[in-house]
C-alpha cells in the first residue's frame, strides 16, 4: 500500500515540476521581448 502512494506521489510531483518547468519557459520566452520593446520604445522617445 504504502509503495503504490509513494509510487503515485512522485509521478504527481514529476507531473508537477514539469507543467512548473514549462509556465517558467513561458514566461522567460516572453519576458525579454517586452523589455526590448519597452526600452526600443523609451529609446525612440528621447
Known amino acids: 500500500m504504502t509503495t503504490v502512494s509513494d509510487a503515485s506521489q512522485q509521478t504527481f510531483v514529476q507531473r508537477q515540476q514539469r507543467?512548473?518547468?514549462?509556465?517558467?519557459?513561458?514566461?522567460?520566452?516572453?519576458?525579454?521581448?517586452?523589455?526590448?520593446?519597452?526600452?526600443?520604445?523609451?529609446y525612440e522617445e528621447r
Not at 507543467?19 to 520566452?29: E, M, P, S, T
Open 19 to 42: 507543467l512548473l518547468n514549462f509556465v517558467i519557459a513561458d514566461v522567460n520566452a516572453k519576458i525579454p521581448k517586452s523589455f526590448t520593446i519597452a526600452k526600443a520604445s523609451i
